[in-house]
């Protein structure tokens, strides 16, 4: 069975820096591509990041600067750097792994996600 787990979510001052984990069982991580999305309050999802198996990375142009994807295909894990967090990066961030695999068709996971707050 598959499962993403993300961590590293808090409570931090504006100005600080937070790096969320995404850790990947049962699978190989490596054959997919992982982003990080987020959800506030009363608004809807938004892409923060995505990085494809072979790393290449992407981030709208509304996240670029601040936030930082990174992949470590040995410990199975995507991360998300954050830096310079401000009141309106609080919400919940979510990973979601996709794959495309001969046979077998789309692979689509979503972890719980992690919760965010930054504030003072």
């Known amino acids: 069975q598959v499962q993403l787990a993300e961590s590293g979510g808090g409570l931090v001052q504006p100005g600080g820096s937070l790096r969320l984990s995404c850790a990947a069982s049962?699978?190989?991580?490596?054959?997919?591509?992982v982003a990080w999305y987020r959800r506030a309050p009363g608004k809807q999802r938004e892409l923060v990041a995505s990085?494809?198996?072979?790393?290449?990375?992407n981030y709208p142009d509304s996240m670029k600067g601040r936030f930082t994807i990174s992949r470590d295909n040995a410990q199975n894990t995507v991360y998300l750097q954050m830096n310079n967090l401000k009141p309106e990066d609080t919400a919940d961030y979510y990973c979601?792994?996709?794959?495309?695999?001969?046979?077998?068709?789309?692979?689509?996971?979503w972890g719980q996600g992690t919760q965010v707050t930054v504030s003072s």
């Open positions: 979601n792994a996709v794959a495309r695999v001969a046979d077998t068709g789309v692979l689509d996971y």
């Open positions: 990085i494809t198996p072979g790393g290449k990375i």
């Open positions: 049962g699978t190989i991580f490596s054959i997919y591509t």
